[in-house]
Structures are given as C-alpha cells and as structure tokens.
C-alpha cells in the first residue's frame, strides 16, 4: 500500500495498463518528456518508449480522430486532452467516429479507447480550463464516461475504462488531482464501469454527486449529523454514462428525499436526469420536491469569482434543511 | 520510379479558371514522371492523353490482365450508378451520390492495394468499394437505408464511407499509425474530395501522418464541386497538391480522368508507404459530370456548358481507345462487356430485392459491446411498441 495522490495513482494506472497489454499506447500533447501538464503521465515515455507514449501535434480533432484509427485496428489508445476546454475541437470525431464506428459497423469494428481529459473548476485557472461538459458526453450514444473522486478509485476506474471494449470518455476532477492523499493497494485493482457506490449510509435525505463535488458532499453530510442531527446518504455516481440510477432511487425509496450536487450546468445536465429517473421509479415515496444544487447556465466564471459559483457544503446544508421541513 | 520531392520540372501554364469556377485539364506532361509538386512548380502526371494516346516510352507497362480488369471495373461501376440514377428515380433507392465520369480516380486509388491493406472511402466512391470487395447488393442497401449496408464485408478491411465531409480521414491516418506499430507492410487509402479539403480535420491528418510516418496515401479527388461551390470559392491556391508540401508530405497532382496515371501515382505511394517512406498525397483533378446527389439540381448553379468540354475527357472512353489500339478490345468486345455489366447489376438489384429485409427489433444491439441497464430498459418500452404496432 502507498498513500498516493490522484495524479500518482493515475499514472500507476497507466503504467500497469502500459506494461501488461502490448496493445495499449497513450497519446497526447506534451505527455512524453514533459510528462503531461498535470504529470499524469510522469516517466511513461522514457519506460515504454516515444511509440507507445506519443507527443502529438497540437489538435485534439486529430488526436482523437487518430485515436480512433488506431483502436479499429487493433490497439487500445488512451488519449489525454489537456483540459476539457479543448475538448471541443474533438467533438467532430468524438461524435462521428469514437461514438458511433461500433454500431455503424454493426460491430465489426470496435474504438476500445479512452479519451482522459481533467475537468471543473476551483484551480483559479484561465478562461477555458475548468469547464465541466460531462452531460455532452452522457448525452451522446455510444460513449460511456467515467468520473473519479479520489486517487483509489482513479486508478481502479482507469484501469476498468482501459480494459472495456467501448470508448471512454475519463473525466478526471483536477481540484482533486493533489488535494489529498489515499492508500492505493500495489496489486491491480479494478471498479465495474456504471456502478454507483453509497459512500456514507443515512436515512434521512439521499445526496448524489461526483468527481471533486464528493468532497463538499461530504462535509455537509458530517455537519447534518453533527450540528442538525441529520442522517444523509451519499452516493457517489462515478460512472455517469451509464447512469446507476437504481442505486439512487433504492436509496430515495427509504429517504424519501433527493438532492443532486454537481459542478456542470444544471439545465439537461446529470443532475436533470438523475431528477427525472428518480421522479419516474420513486415518485410515490418522495416527500419532498428533488433539487439540484449545480453550476449555473452561465459560462463558467473567471477565476477571481470562481469560488462564489462552485456549489459548497453550505448550500448542500441549506437544501437538505429545507427539504426535512417541506410539506 | 519514386516521388521525388526535390524535382525541378518547368512550371505548368497557369490556369486563368478562377473566374469560371472551371477546372481545366491538368496539361500533358512533357515526360513520364511522377515527381513531387514544387510550390510554384505545378506539374501533373498524365500518361494518357484525350484521345487515347500513350507517348513513346510513357507506356507504365501494365499486363493485359491488369489493363482488361481495371476497364471492366470502370464499366462496371458507370453501370452501376446509371442503374442506381433510375431505381432512385423509381422510388427504389435513397438519396444517392453519382460518381460518373469519376471511375478512373475510383478505380485506380485501390487498384494496387491488397486484402491487408485498409481504405477509407468518402460516400462518391462506389467504383472503388466494388473492387475493394463490396458487393452492389450491399451497397444497394446502404443507399436504400438498411443498416447491414454500412457493415463492411467479412474479408475486406474498410471503413464504411462516411457521410460528415472529411470525417474519414483521421482514423484513416490513425489506422496508418497502427500498421506502422504493429510493423505491418501495408498500407491505407483515404479518399476526400476538394471540399473536403476545406476541413480542419483533412489538415490535422496531413499533419500528424507526417509526422508519424504513417503508411497512409491521401486522395484527394478534386471534382471541383462541392454541391453548389465551384473550387474557387474554396481555395486560392492553384493546386490542392502543393497542400501537402506544407506538411512535408510528398505530393503529386494527377490527371484523375487518365486510368494509367493514376494506377502508376497509387502504386509508387503504396510503395513509399510500404518501404517505411510515410505518407503521399495525390490530387486527382477530375470533374463531377452529373448531381451531387440525387437531391441536388446543378442547373440552378452550374452552367452546363461548362460539363460539355469533359465528355470528352470521358475516362472510359479515352481508356478504351487506346486499348483498342493496343489490340485488347475491339468494338463487339466493348459492347459485350458493357452488356455483361449491366447484367451483373440487374442481378445485383434482384438480389437486393430478395434479401433486403429492414430489422427494426436491431436498433440497440451493436451500439455497446458491453450494453447497458439504460439501454435494455428502453428497449423493452420500443419492444412494447412494436409489439402493439404488430411490426415484427
């Protein structure tokens, strides 16, 4: 066991994928040498080599596009974006080939690949750089995507995205990259892809998130128990494409309250479709409206005013205190 | 015989089209080459001139059975798309693309390519699909709708034509990426027209291609269309070729209506790329004869008066003289293999008629290899439907 951040525990990830599947090469900007912006990829290319651990030109469309290319004949690329801003001049291939190759070939074909790209806010980043679009990938049929929370799950999710035979979009929450540390077990690890996981029970209100918004999650859920004798469930999606609504909805059946908190923008994001599903299968045990507590439908804020518009634990504890008194 | 990109070969007239929207015929070149474009150096490989003439010593040398084969192809993809024109105009066939007068870049971009090597078509490339092993039943079904009809055939390496103008062409370099990984000596052919080559994603691929060294040969059939846009409205440059000079890939322009120049620029590329030399570009100047689709009505944009000069550039016919000359073909032997083709399409349409068998209860199944709780919940309700709507 190593106490291991995020970024260590992915590039752990990599380097196991790297060294027990021949097929399995990564490709990015600045990955090589420089180890990749956030060093994700560290000392990759200098083990396994500049054909396995590729410095691209500087285009995401073609990085992908290329990814995919590979994949169809037989390998299985990881491809880092460097942020998810960027990820935008890759949709056109993310769309028309990574997506959609498997079922326009009926299976034929299959883009075993993984698009990695960090995400969300809270780094006092420029413009562009702390965006979290997951809801285009949810959105999108034939991809799958997956959202870290902590170096342990990193890498077990990681290592699952690059054994599935479909493409994955890792979404990988950069406020978390070195915020804390975790043990990380030295013999491989994996987590089944569109598996929810309940990481505190309660029977009071259910708390759904991801990625980085876990951690406000769960110092809200600390200080209902402690301050308000409020007993919150909190359930972490990780993967949000395919959605693991069931264990959601099971655990709303019994609390009979549901807030969804994530960092992405609220209208048709994660947090509309959780609502919507847990509308359809618990309508009859809620006891009070479901509410989502989000990024707001504005572009995402420059980085001076960025911590008045990430959701915070204060505004998952405000929520849930409305929620026990609604009627 | 190699591209080479450091040739000095006199420069070509230039063309004074941009005003037209015209594309006139690359020029007779003054000897057999295919030396690379040098900016402000356009040359273009011709070996077959608009009567059918071969210069003495520009004879590539092909065997019979080569030439006789890539003349029946030719046939027999015209064949095709007249039959596909009239089953459209019946209401048999969807929206479909014609390639007339289009065959000799189809046929020779994936004349020399084998089983192992892969090709990424655009949608114009029929032609090319039959030889690569795509049956016109299939095909058939893919402009008439049915899915299977994008499935590519069990033994050929293709990717399905892609629709989204360019797509096709970085997975096609990445493919190239692959082989040269896997240390394979094959090879890919992506097709794309001038349009096409407006596209960031066409640029990005040169791009990495060179850089990577990928086996990958670009062909850029320049038809000087794109449905309403005449070339000039989609470039100032004089060549589509010398593009590829930019990116440090050797590049060629090809009179895309002359069989034999085409056959002997793929081969030299397939070539480069198989011996470790990395990626090629051709430029194919050809000209899209008749729609864009059958949606489509040029006469709204497109003085037809401008088509008539490439009737006479007709690659088939040009081709067939000289084989007439050579003593491979006589008149009675041009009908009868025109005739065979027809043949081969009519039973091609009776057994697209026989076995084209629309799948709704299919729509789920090959969009994961690992599918999902979401996916089969739906299902179940669109089962529900069609059970109530009684489709099978």
Not at chain 1, 232 to 261: F, H, K, N, Q, Y
Not at chain 2, 154 to 170: H, T
């Amino acid at each position: 066991m190593a106490q291991l951040t995020m970024v260590e525990a992915l590039n752990k990830a990599l380097d196991e994928a790297l060294r027990e599947d021949e097929r399995v090469c990564l490709m990015g900007q600045d990955i090589g040498v420089n180890g990749g912006v956030f060093r994700v990829t560290k000392d990759l290319q200098s083990t396994h080599g500049t054909d396995r651990v590729m410095d691209t030109p500087l285009a995401e469309c073609g990085i992908i596009g290329t990814a995919v290319g590979m994949a169809v004949h037989g390998m299985r690329p990881v491809a880092e974006i460097q942020f998810s801003g960027f990820t935008m001049q890759a949709f056109d291939q993310i769309e028309q080939n990574m997506a959609r190759l498997h079922n326009r070939t009926q299976g034929r074909y299959t883009v075993s690949m993984v698009m990695r790209t960090p995400f969300g806010g809270g780094i006092r980043a420029v413009e562009h750089h702390s965006e979290s679009r997951e809801a285009y990938w949810v959105h999108t049929p034939g991809l799958k995507c997956v959202i870290p929370s902590g170096p342990r799950n990193a890498r077990a999710l990681l290592r699952a995205a690059i054994e599935c035979d479909d493409p994955v979009i890792f979404y990988e929450p950069k406020a978390v990259y070195r915020a804390f540390r975790e043990e990380v077990p030295d013999t491989p690890e994996t987590i089944e892809l569109g598996q929810a996981e309940v990481f505190r029970t309660g029977s009071d209100v259910t708390l759904v998130t991801y990625g980085a918004m876990v951690r406000p999650v769960k110092e809200a859920a600390e200080d209902l128990a402690d301050e308000h004798g409020i007993d919150a469930e909190c359930i972490d999606l990780l993967t949000v494409s395919p959605m693991d609504t069931d264990t959601v909805t099971e655990s709303v059946r019994r609390t009979g309250r549901c807030i969804i908190v994530h960092e992405g923008h609220r209208t048709c994001g994660v947090g509309a479709e959780v609502a919507a599903r847990v509308t359809e299968d618990a309508f009859e045990h809620l006891v009070a409206p479901v509410r989502r507590i989000t990024g707001f439908d504005v572009p995402f804020p420059y980085f001076q005013v960025e911590q008045h518009a990430l959701p915070e634990a204060d505004d998952i504890i405000e929520a849930v205190r409305d929620a026990m008194t609604w009627d | 015989m190699s591209i080479d990109p450091h040739a000095h070969t006199p420069p070509i007239e230039r063309r004074s089209s941009h005003e037209s929207g015209e594309v006139t015929p690359p020029p007779h070149a003054s000897a057999f080459s295919t030396r690379a474009i040098d900016p402000g150096r356009i040359e273009c490989l011709q070996i077959l001139d608009e009567h059918g003439n071969v210069e003495q010593g520009m004879d590539p040398g092909f065997t019979d059975e080569q030439l006789l084969d890539v003349h029946r192809a030719m046939v027999l993809s015209r064949a095709f798309d007249s039959r596909m024109l009239t089953m459209q105009r019946q209401g048999e066939m969807g929206t479909f693309a014609p390639n007339i007068g289009q065959e000799a870049c189809m046929i020779g971009q994936v004349w020399p390519l084998t089983k192992d090597d892969w090709f990424a078509p655009s949608y114009r490339s029929f032609g090319a699909q039959i030889w690569r092993g795509w049956s016109m039943e299939r095909l058939m079904k893919l402009w008439a709708g049915y899915h299977e009809g994008f499935v590519p055939p069990p033994d050929v390496n293709d990717y399905p034509f892609s629709i989204v103008i360019g797509a096709q062409v970085p997975p096609a370099v990445g493919t190239a990426m692959a082989m040269r990984r896997r240390k394979e000596a094959n090879c890919v052919v992506v097709n794309f027209g001038d349009g096409a080559f407006s596209q960031g994603a066409v640029a990005e691929s040169l791009n990495f291609a060179a850089v990577d060294n990928a086996p990958v040969i670009f062909v850029c059939e320049n038809n000087g269309w794109a449905i309403s846009t005449p070339l000039t409205k989609q470039t100032r440059v004089e060549s589509l070729a010398i593009r590829g000079m930019g990116y440090g890939v050797p590049s060629i322009r090809v009179d895309g209506n002359d069989i034999l120049a085409m056959m002997v620029a793929t081969r030299d590329a397939a070539d480069r790329a198989r011996n470790g030399e990395g990626p090629t570009l051709i430029e194919a100047v050809t000209y899209r004869m008749s729609l864009h689709t059958t949606a489509d009505d040029p006469t709204v944009y497109r003085d037809e008066a401008l088509v008539d000069p490439w009737q006479d550039r007709c690659p088939i016919r040009r081709f067939e003289a000289w084989l007439k000359r050579r003593g491979l073909l006589d008149g009675a032997a041009c009908d009868r293999i025109k005739a065979d083709c027809e043949a081969q399409v009519l039973a091609a349409r009776d057994a697209f008629r026989e076995s084209a068998e629309a799948k709704p209860r299919e729509i789920f199944d090959y969009l994961y290899v690992d599918t999902t709780v979401t996916l089969e919940r739906q299902k179940a309700e669109y089962f529900k439907r069609l059970d109530r709507k009684g489709v099978e």
